[in-house]
């Protein structure tokens, strides 16, 4: 079964403090990881789709990886506006089924 | 615009009462699915739908029926609610050769509905 845990659960930031979210999987061959961005009450905003290891992606400050068994979504020089909750989530090869991790809610102070 | 609707957007209900909750497409995508969302749980899948008339269970189906006779929609029913489905719901849809093409967005979500059982 796939399985995706995201670290830390919540994240307070001052503007401007860089830091990193974990997203760690298990799945039996990876179609795809994404990222998306949460706000409270609202669906979830697609960021990024991620193939294979290795691959890395970039949207205004956030910054995306991806290895064999996890990713990462890197914040640089935070602002308000980036406080949010993120999402990680999965695809397996030749399933339509996305799983989804818990998210990490990140609060960004000015 | 492209977009996934979801009606309605609040709902409370009674337990037992049946209920549809309605999602709708306009970007011909064969994949359409519902999720519930609750606190330290995150995104849960309920039913899927691969194309017109092909529908398929999710992680918890218990309690939910599904239906999908057109492209574009795929309600979500609630044939007797009961408390432990207060919960967030989303639907989303993808078209089914995202990663084949390399579509910048995979599943679109529509906007959520926040039912209330008592």
């Known amino acids: 079964e796939d399985q995706v845990t995201q670290s830390p659960e919540a994240l307070r930031l001052q503007e401007g403090e860089s830091s990193s979210l974990n997203c760690s999987y298990t799945v039996s061959g990876l179609r795809g990881l994404f990222w998306y961005r949460q706000d409270p009450g609202k669906g979830p905003e697609f960021l990024f789709t991620?193939?294979?290891a290795g691959e890395e992606k970039e949207k205004e400050r956030l910054k995306a990886t991806l290895t064999k068994k996890e990713s990462f979504l890197h914040i640089t020089a935070p602002k308000p506006e980036d406080s949010a909750t993120y999402l990680c989530?999965?695809?397996?090869?030749?399933?339509?089924?996305?799983?989804f991790g818990a998210g990490t809610t990140v609060t960004v102070r000015a | 615009e492209a977009q996934v609707t979801q009606n309605p957007r609040y709902l409370i209900t009674v337990t037992g009462k049946k209920l549809t909750v309605t999602c709708s497409q306009n970007?011909?995508?064969?994949?359409m699915s519902w999720y519930r969302q609750d606190p330290g749980l995150g995104l849960r899948q309920i039913y899927y739908s691969m194309n017109v008339e092909v529908t398929d269970k999710g992680d918890v189906p218990e309690g939910y029926k599904v239906s999908r006779k057109e492209k574009r929609n795929f309600p979500l029913i609630l044939e007797s609610p009961s408390p432990n489905q207060t919960s967030l719901y989303f639907c989303a849809s993808s078209p089914d050769n995202w990663d084949r093409v390399r579509s910048r967005e995979t599943q679109y979500f529509g906007p959520g509905t926040r039912l209330l059982v008592l």
């Open positions: 989530a999965v695809q397996a090869a030749g399933d339509y089924k996305l799983s």
């Open positions: 991620l193939y294979s």
């Open positions: 970007m011909n995508h064969e994949y």
